[in-house]
């Protein structure tokens, strides 16, 4: 059976869409659990927003979302390439740190 296929239905995730590029972006499981924990209670009018800085995986840019604008997502998140990563002072080799704070 196809990994996209579980029981005749399409697998599905949570997700928000990259500000940049507009590709999907899942949100973690753990904040997905705590978004169905909350969603019970959320008719006894407890309400939690959750503001959430994730990177996309087909940029690599990061931005800010929030957890409300998550929605259902048909396939698979697109896997993470590690080592692949911004520009910033911390990733560049040292000379090239030197001479950018000089």
């Given at each position: 059976?196809s ?27 753990r ?40 929605r ?22 040292a ?8």
């Amino acid at each position: 059976m196809s990994p996209e296929v579980q029981e005749g239905k399409l697998a599905q995730y949570l997700g928000v869409h990259c500000q940049s590029c507009g590709e999907p972006i899942p949100v973690p499981a753990r904040v997905t659990r705590q978004i169905t924990v909350e969603g019970e209670s959320e008719a006894s009018g407890r309400y939690v927003s959750i503001l959430l800085n994730l990177r996309c995986r087909a940029c690599h840019k990061e931005h800010f979302y929030d957890v409300n604008e998550a929605r259902p997502v048909d396939g698979t998140p697109r896997p993470f390439v590690h080592g692949r990563r911004g520009h910033s002072l911390h990733h560049l080799p040292a000379a090239h740190a030197r001479a950018a704070s000089n």
